[in-house]
């Protein structure tokens, strides 16, 4: 098989076209990774290969949580127009970038973090490519020690379950006790994906539309921060 690493598949496939079969479990091989990622895809979003991404409310939703109906609700209201995609779990680096291929958008990084006393929330946004550190963010909040924030406050506060932190969580925190914070490198990006409260569906949606139709709607006026992209070592 080495023979024919250095051909080009347009050459690979006009031999194999020529009768040389043996090229086809050369490029089966050569691509079998690629192949497993589109198959893993596939299987995540769980519909037909030509439709994979679905707007607005799914069809037949008597399956579906209560608390992830009533997101869609919400856009709906809002006229918030979406896609949505919906998966296995998206709870590891892998599924994630699964998901994003499909909508063709990043997912950005959704913390929900805590002070030292527990007495302070905060929901930070922020790109997904950017490293978290927390002392790049206390001092710009006045608040020392952060960690993130226990299950049971999050079930608490946004009725979400560990995975599925999301902005939409807020609709929750009627008391106004978690401060939503967003990198401000955020608002470059056109669309902003987030779960509806359930990490086996992600949303997609106009940076717009969040910005200025959903966060007001929410009752959560963000603070805007500004976190710094490290480069790599080595």
Request: a negative charge; glycine letters at 6%.
């Amino acid at each position: 098989r080495d023979r024919w690493k250095d051909c080009s598949d347009e050459e690979l496939i006009a031999r194999l076209r020529d009768g040389q079969d043996e090229i086809m479990d050369y490029l089966m091989d050569k691509y079998k990774h690629l192949v497993r990622k589109k198959a893993k895809v596939m299987f995540l979003i769980g519909g037909d290969t030509d439709d994979l991404i679905q707007e607005g409310m799914p069809p037949g939703s008597g399956q579906r949580l209560d608390k992830e109906l009533r997101c869609y609700d919400l856009l709906d209201r809002l006229g918030i127009a979406y896609d949505r995609a919906d998966h296995d779990a998206a709870d590891t680096i892998e599924a994630c970038a699964a998901v994003e291929d499909v909508l063709e958008a990043g997912i950005c990084k959704n913390l929900f973090l805590t002070n030292r006393q527990q007495t302070a929330f905060y929901l930070l946004l922020m790109p997904g490519h950017k490293p978290f550190r927390t002392k790049d963010l206390s001092h710009q909040i006045g608040s020392a020690r952060l960690s993130f924030a226990s299950p049971e406050h999050m079930r608490e506060l946004l009725d979400i379950t560990p995975g599925s932190v999301s902005v939409l969580g807020l609709m929750n925190d009627h008391d106004h006790r978690v401060r939503l914070l967003i990198d401000r490198d955020l608002l470059d990006d056109t669309y902003l994906c987030c779960h509806p409260r359930i990490n086996t569906s992600t949303l997609k949606l106009r940076m717009t539309d969040a910005v200025d139709v959903l966060l007001p709607a929410l009752a959560h006026a963000p603070t805007y921060v500004d976190l710094p992209v490290y480069e790599q070592q080595g």
